[in-house]
């Protein structure tokens, strides 16, 4: 339950003294290593995700739909560079990136997307939700 908790409980024990170690040593990784950053936007009758994805170009990004799962995946290939002892520092990244969610009430069909800037921007209509037909059984 205190793992919750937005504050540090300040308690002496060995298990702090190995968290407080790995936060420590593991201090230089960029939080959020292969994660694309996303926003959601309740927009009454659809949703709008903005998600952050600098650097890449259009055709770097794909956007799959299997089912219920809608996956945003982008890909930086390396740079090679045969002088790779100019560099003091690198801290640019290279790889896959990719993110799911659960598109469920969304309706699929209706899903536009753009990208500017950097920022992937889906619009996803919700799906409009079916209508019960109700009547009244009469006793006999």
């Not at 949703?47 to 890909?75: H, M, R």
């Not at 921007?121 to 059984?137: F, G, N, V, Y």
Request: hydrophobic share 35%.
């Amino acid at each position: 339950m205190f793992d919750l908790m937005p504050f540090e409980h300040k308690t002496r024990n060995i298990a702090n003294f190995f968290d407080t170690f790995e936060k420590t040593f593991f201090n230089d990784f960029p939080a959020g290593f292969s994660e694309i950053r996303t926003d959601i936007l309740d927009k009454g009758d659809r949703y709008v995700l903005q998600a952050e994805l600098p650097g890449f170009d259009k055709q770097d990004i794909k956007i799959d739909l299997n089912g219920e799962t809608l996956t945003i995946s982008a890909q930086h290939n390396a740079e090679t560079s045969e002088d790779k002892d100019g560099y003091v520092r690198r801290e640019r990244r290279y790889g896959s990136f990719a993110r799911s969610f659960d598109v469920s009430n969304i309706n699929t069909e209706a899903i536009k997307a753009a990208y500017n800037n950097g920022v992937l921007e889906l619009d996803l209509p919700k799906r409009t939700p079916a209508q019960s037909q109700t009547r009244q059984i009469e006793l006999r």
